[in-house]
Every structure is written in C-alpha cells, then in structure tokens.
T-cell receptor, first 114, second 114 residues
C-alpha cells in the first residue's frame, strides 16, 4: 500500500539556519510527489512538486526538494529559514488510480527561534 | 483569479444532525476533491468529482456523501453527525484531476460536533 512517512513531528531551528525536512514514501511505480505548507487556520499551499526529470526541484519561497529513488525519499530543504516559515509542512504522494487522490504524511511542525 | 472558496468557514453542530459544506473551485477547474483533517488521523482523502461524477472515493462511511454541479461547484454532506466528525474539511480544485494536475486548496471549513 502507498504511504508517506515524515519522521519528524516537530522541528525547531534558529532564524537564518538551514532546514531539511524528511519525507519517505512507499510506492510501486514512479511517484508523483508534493510538498505543501499549512499556516495556522489556513488551507494548504503547494511549495513544489516532482513528476519526472531533474531530481532537484525548485519551489516557491526559496524551498527545494531532492528526489532520491534509491532511498525512497523526497526531502525538503531551505538554506536560510525566515521567521515567517514557521508552519506545518506536509509531504504527499499521488495515489495510483489518479483522480487527485493524495496520500499525505503526518506533517512536520516547524518552529523558528529569532 | 480568485482562489478556492469554502463556506461556511466555521460550523457547530450537535450529534445526530446533518451538515452541508460548500466549495467553489477556481474558475476553469473541473475537478474538486475533499479531504478531512484531524489531529489523530491527519489528512485523509474523502472523494473526488469531475463533471458531476464521483470518480474516486476514500475509506469513509456512507454518511459522507458529495455532489458536484454543472458549474463545478461542489457540496459535501455528512449525516447523523458523530463527535469524531469534528475536523477541518478541505476542498481542493484542479483542472482535470489527472495525476500530474496541481491541486489548489481552499481555507477549509472547521466543523465542531458537540
């Protein structure tokens, strides 16, 4: 069965520090992978997505993610975190059978210290 | 272009009642998906509609139903509410619902069941 694991429930970083959020997926074929961010009381905003091609994907707000098939991972990175990046981050995989069914990880809540 | 809108934003109901939530997709989008978000279960796919037809359904009881209108607006209905139905219900729209399509999420409807 398809699944997404985000091993870190909470992460705290200092403003200006680098960030890496981990995501591992279980999927038989080539996965369609997404990272979304959710601010308190808000819906989900797409940061970036991977379908095929270059395994390093650039997204909005200075985020990037690298697809590593050998490790079944799609980790999200940012070189320098801003206080406004504090939010919850979700990794998701597009389920087989298509039609917009996304399987989400449990999320990682990011706190940023000034 | 206006984003996905959901009404109402907040609802309080009592056990046994029923509730209807509404979602207006981005103009030109024909696929609408619904997700339930709870602290315990995370984000879970409910169903997806395209051209007034349900094409995909998650593992939820029959108390959860939906429909889509000819203008692509969608409603979901929950009958005989239970305490465990308290959640944030998110609607997402996309052009055609294909696996590579990007879903855009609304702000959600916060349902509280007392």
């Amino acid at each position: 069965a398809q699944s997404v694991t985000q091993p870190d429930i909470h992460i705290t970083v200092s403003e200006g520090a680098s960030l890496e959020l981990r995501c591992n997926y279980s999927y038989g074929a080539t996965p369609y992978l997404f990272w979304y961010v959710q601010s308190p009381g808000q819906g989900l905003q797409l940061l970036l997505k991977y379908f095929s091609g270059d395994t390093l994907v650039q997204g909005i707000k200075g985020f990037e993610a690298e697809f590593k098939r050998s490790q079944s991972s799609f980790n999200l990175r940012k070189p320098s975190v801003h206080w406004s990046d504090a939010a919850e981050y979700f990794c998701a995989v597009g389920a087989s059978g298509g039609y917009n069914k996304l399987i989400f990880g449990a999320g990682t809540r990011l706190a940023v210290h000034p | 272009k206006a984003g996905v809108t959901q009404t109402p934003r907040y609802l309080i109901k009592t056990r046994g009642q029923q509730v209807t939530l509404s979602c207006s997709p981005i103009s030109g989008h024909r696929s609408v998906s619904w997700y339930q978000q709870t602290p315990g279960q995370g984000l879970q796919f409910l169903f997806e509609y395209f051209s007034e037809t349900q094409r995909n359904k998650g593992n939820f009881p029959g108390r959860f139903s939906g429909r889509q209108f000819s203008n692509s607006r969608s409603e979901m209905n929950v009958s005989t509410l239970e305490l465990g139905d308290s959640a944030l219900y998110l609607c997402a729209s996309s052009l055609d619902g294909s696996s590579t399509d990007t879903q855009y999420f609304g702000p959600g409807t916060r349902l509280t069941v007392l």
